[in-house]
């Protein structure tokens, strides 16, 4: 019942003009922002016996702590990558990643080769979270002032952060995969059935490469029409 009204508050707020704030009100948005609040407080108790359960099973505790965990951990990595940028910038780090990219030969060809092969490289080391919390800032603005589509950048950086996912050693796919396979498949097995879709991704990260409107024209399609 909790969902059926959540579906149904989205639709009236679809359809519906629900501002309270107003000067004058109809007497159809009236009754529509009544159904609001009816909705509102059947969506709060369905969330409220939900969490009720969850806490008399023993799950929301053990789910909030893992949540608290994963959350920690990931600011951990903000802030120390926060930290480590500053230090990197306050060196003269910066200035000298963007004369080793502006000097790569091919200009800013040779630059976005270099950058995607040291992020593919990286891929087998480390998360795609310390990898986009850590690298991204550094070399991002240097592309950028370049002459480089942010768009397109973005989806090539994305395609590249997730054959981290299955490059090994450190790859999670592989790693779930490892959990649910039998004892009769072996993890250089896995190693060796990722290469596939490995290189797919590659293919298809060459591709973008070479015809960039693939990853830009829905984005400049939706903006212009905006």
Same mark, same amino acid.
């Given at each position: 019942s909790a969902a059926a009204a959540l579906i149904a508050l989205l639709l009236l707020t679809s359809f519906m003009d629900l501002r309270t704030a107003r000067s004058e009100i109809s007497g159809i948005d009236q009754v529509a922002i009544l159904a609001a609040y009816i909705l509102c407080a059947i969506v709060a108790i369905g969330l409220g016996a939900s969490l009720w359960r969850l806490w008399r099973s023993g799950v929301l505790? @053990? $789910?909030?702590?893992? /949540?608290?965990?994963? /959350?920690?951990? $990931?600011? $951990?990595? +903000?802030?120390?990558?926060?930290?480590?940028?500053? *230090?990197?910038?306050?060196? =003269?780090?910066? @200035? !000298? *990643?963007?004369?080793?990219? /502006?000097?790569?030969?091919?200009? /800013?060809? =040779?630059?976005? *080769? !270099? %950058?995607?092969?040291?992020?593919?490289?990286? =891929?087998?080391?480390?998360?795609?979270?310390?990898?986009?919390? *850590? %690298?991204? &800032?550094?070399?991002? &603005?240097?592309? +950028?002032?370049?002459? %480089?589509?942010?768009?397109?950048l973005g989806v090539m950086m994305a395609i590249n952060l997730q054959t981290s996912f299955l490059t090994p050693p450190f790859g999670f796919a592989l790693f779930y995969l490892r959990g649910v396979a039998p004892e009769s498949v072996t993890t250089m097995q896995i190693y060796r059935g990722a290469i596939p879709f490995v290189g797919l991704q590659i293919v298809a990260l060459g591709v973008i490469a070479l015809f960039p409107a693939l990853a830009t024209w829905l984005p400049r399609l939706l903006f212009s029409a905006m």
């Open positions: 505790g @053990e $789910v909030s702590q893992s /949540t608290a965990r994963i /959350t920690s951990m $990931v600011f $951990v990595i +903000l802030i120390g990558a926060a930290l480590f940028s500053l *230090v990197f910038r306050g060196l =003269g780090g910066d @200035e !000298t *990643v963007q004369e080793f990219l /502006t000097s790569m030969p091919g200009g /800013t060809v =040779g630059a976005i *080769v !270099t %950058v995607m092969a040291i992020m593919f490289l990286l =891929g087998f080391f480390l998360d795609f979270i310390e990898i986009i919390f *850590v %690298v991204v &800032p550094i070399v991002a &603005p240097i592309l +950028l002032m370049m002459g %480089v589509d942010p768009v397109w």
